[in-house]
């Protein structure tokens, strides 16, 4: 992940494999700001859209780029191709032409091209699609147990884990791994115990606590240069 200020960039990779991996740097990146998952699976649909189009109707180099506002995130995929895409609707025969539409659905049609300079590229101009959704980043240390639950049950998910399951106990969350560890959401903190070993985590540390689990199952992390 390359960042400058409250802007979030990536060079993708060519070809049809730019659209999952826009998704996956979308995931992990929103995810380490501490949005809330549907918010994060929005923004996911939305970039392997972009993405995906940018690949088929659009030319190389192919950058996402993620604006982070107090009010709201932008998330835009920049490409060389000529013109500009078309937001209409497509013939009912036609089998494409919808990502846009998902795309305008998704981000309650706050969404549109523009011309734009590259991040990865000095002086490089483009042509960017974009959608805004209507959240700000938070501190991950703002969460709530029920909030960080989800969202450690999802990260762990998409990282390849299997049997990660969550359950409330009144104010208090617990997230069950494979390999018998269990995780703690407390309301200031999060405690991971596995057999006789306990470790605490502040929640901003929850990064750490994904990486630390993957880790100790041999998960390969999924976005390669999202951490």
């Known amino acids: 992940m390359t960042s400058t200020d409250h802007h979030l960039y990536w060079l993708l990779n060519a070809g049809p494999p730019a659209a999952s991996q826009a998704r996956e740097l979308t995931w992990e990146a929103l995810a380490r700001l501490g949005l809330d998952t549907n918010l994060i699976d929005d923004a996911v649909t939305i970039t392997g859209e972009l993405a995906a189009n940018a690949v088929v109707h659009g030319a190389p180099p192919v950058e996402l780029q993620l604006h982070l506002a107090s ?17 209409a609707s497509p013939r009912s025969e036609s089998l494409s032409g919808r990502g846009l539409l998902v795309v305008s659905a998704y981000s309650n049609g706050k969404c549109g091209t523009a011309a734009i300079t590259y991040r990865s ?37 998409r990282r390849g884990l299997r049997d990660v399951v969550t359950q409330a106990h009144g104010d208090v969350w617990l997230v ?11 309301p200031e903190k999060l405690a991971w115990r596995t057999g006789r070993e306990e470790q605490a985590y502040a929640y901003s540390e929850l990064p750490d606590l994904v990486d630390h689990l993957c880790a100790r199952t041999g998960t390969a992390t999924q976005a390669d240069g999202a951490a």
Do not use: Y
């Open 71 to 87: 009010t709201e995130i932008t998330l835009l995929v920049v490409d060389r191709g000529p013109g500009m895409p078309v937001w």
């Open 121 to 157: 590229f000095a002086s490089l101009r483009g042509k960017a699609v974009w959608a805004a959704l209507p959240q700000s980043p938070r501190p991950l240390i703002d969460l709530q147990p029920a909030a960080a639950a989800r969202l450690l049950q999802r990260w762990l998910a």
């Open 176 to 186: 069950s791994v494979a390999a018998g560890s269990i995780i703690w959401c407390l």
